[in-house]
Structures are given as C-alpha cells and as structure tokens.
C-alpha cells in the first residue's frame, strides 16, 4: 500500500485531479455563457476533452527515470492502472459536466474525444516524453479546427474530435487510439530525458 501512495504522490496525483474537476467546472460555466452559440460549444467539444487528455499524458511522466524502466512488473503495472484510472475519472468528470449542456450526444462525444486525444498523449509519451505528450493532440485539435473552417477537403483521421457522436469511424479511431496509447506506455514506459536518467 505504501507503494502506491508514493507513486501517486510522484505523480502529483492530486494536482491532476484537481485539473480534471477545474476543467469540468469550466465545461459548464462555458455552456452557461455561450450555450446559444453552436460555434462555441462545438470548439467546446475538443476543448475541454483536450485539456483533460493533457493532464493524463503528463501523468505519464516518470520520476524515477530508468529506475522505472527496469523494475519490477508492480511499477507499470500501477502506471497503467493510474492512467487508465484518470481516464476514467475525466471521462465520468466531463459527462457530469455536458448534463449542464444542451446539445444532443454532448456526454458521448466528450468521451470519445477524451479517449482518442488521450490515446494520442499517451502514444507521445514514449517518444516525446510525458511532460511534452500534450503537443501531438494539441496539434491535431488544431488541425481540425483549422480544417473544419477551411474549403480544404476534409479526412477522418485528422477531424475525427469534429465527427458526430453517430459516426462509427470516428468511434473506432479514437478507442484504437486510446488502447494503443495504454499499450504503449505500458510496455515501453515514457521517453526519460537525459538529466533524469544522469540523476
């Protein structure tokens, strides 16, 4: 038991709880002030999913730096757990929070988004490492922004955060993602930077 309070203590587990509750508190307050535009509570869509999958892919982050990386099966195993475990709390966090909304699917396409860009932060962590794993869904949120304002033809890997909740693509892409990213840092862990491995 003392092991995981220390792991989560290292990964500053209650910061990132209380990063998710912030963000679903955020989720409705947004709704109360722009719930008339549909322009806003569709960025909303991939905003406040986005926010969340950045706190999961910083949770990835390893302060034990190799040490992590050759121990026992106990340490990814609790890595794994605790990520999915914050996916979840964001996942229930965000769906509490789109009762406030008023448009049709808001829980289910919050999810999706949320478990797709998750996927993505956490397949980044293996390369980029956990405190610069939020800059791969940050980019592709942009650019289905970008793409959903612009005449350029539009592809489902990179709009999928702007699909509706009814399309079954845009639903197997992001759940492919999210068991990806969770394979990944499980078996791989995060990239460890050079002064914490030299530390």
């Excluded at 049709?104 to 962590?125: C, E, F, K, V």
């Amino acid at each position: 038991m003392r092991l995981v309070w220390l792991f989560l203590r290292s990964r500053l587990a209650g910061p990132a709880l209380a990063g998710i509750a912030l963000t679903a508190l955020l989720a409705v307050a947004w709704e109360r002030w722009f719930g008339h535009e549909p322009e806003a509570m569709t960025a909303a869509m991939i905003l406040f999913p986005l926010v969340v999958a950045c706190v999961i892919g910083t949770g990835a982050h390893s302060a034990f730096g190799e040490t992590e990386l050759t121990a026992s099966l106990s340490l990814p195993l609790l890595r794994g757990v605790y990520l999915a475990g914050l996916i979840a709390v964001g996942a229930l966090a965000l769906l509490l929070a789109a009762l406030a909304w008023t448009l049709p699917d808001d829980g289910g396409t919050l999810a999706r988004n949320l478990a797709g860009l998750s996927g993505l932060a956490l397949l980044a962590a293996p390369v980029v490492g956990g405190r610069l794993s939020w800059i791969v869904p940050v980019t592709l949120a942009m650019a289905a922004q970008l793409l959903a304002i612009s005449d350029l033809p539009s592809w489902l890997a990179l709009t999928w955060p702007q699909a509706s909740f009814d399309n079954d693509r845009a639903l197997a892409l992001a759940l492919g993602l999210l068991g990806s990213g969770l394979a990944a840092v499980h078996v791989f862990g995060p990239k460890v930077a050079r002064d914490e491995a030299a530390g």
